[in-house]
């Protein structure tokens, strides 16, 4: 029986860890700028219009960082300069895209 509840601990543990990655990866950075997530988010939606294209925009921009990839103003861009490649593996960063794209999509909630 301890067995059992060891594993089952261990499995939500990891589970746990994976549905954080956004908010131990993404959000702590972005805590200290003067754009939130959830307007960054309006912007690139405004570029890119759907769900594919909006996550395909997100995951090029952060694996290869432009300046002429950033959906983000010139003042910010020259404020706080483009991000770093991100180090999170595929998987993570994938992960990281849905949580996102389901935290802020607006889609859902309009009535």
């Known amino acids: 029986m301890k067995q059992m509840i060891l594993v089952y601990v261990a499995v939500m543990s990891l589970l746990t860890a994976e549905e954080n990655i956004y908010e131990r990866s993404c959000a702590p950075c972005h805590q200290n700028l003067p754009t939130s997530l959830g307007e960054m988010f309006k912007r690139y939606l405004l570029v890119y219009s759907s769900e594919k294209f909006v996550k395909m925009g997100i995951k090029h921009y952060l694996k290869h960082p432009a300046r002429s990839l950033s959906v983000m103003s010139d003042l910010f861009l020259d404020t706080y300069g483009v991000k770093e490649p991100v180090t999170l593996t595929p998987e993570?960063?994938?992960?990281?895209?849905?949580?996102?794209?389901?935290?802020?999509?607006?889609?859902?909630?309009?009535k």
């Open 92 to 110: 993570e960063l994938d992960r990281a895209i849905d949580i996102y794209w389901n935290e802020f999509k607006v889609f859902d909630k309009l």
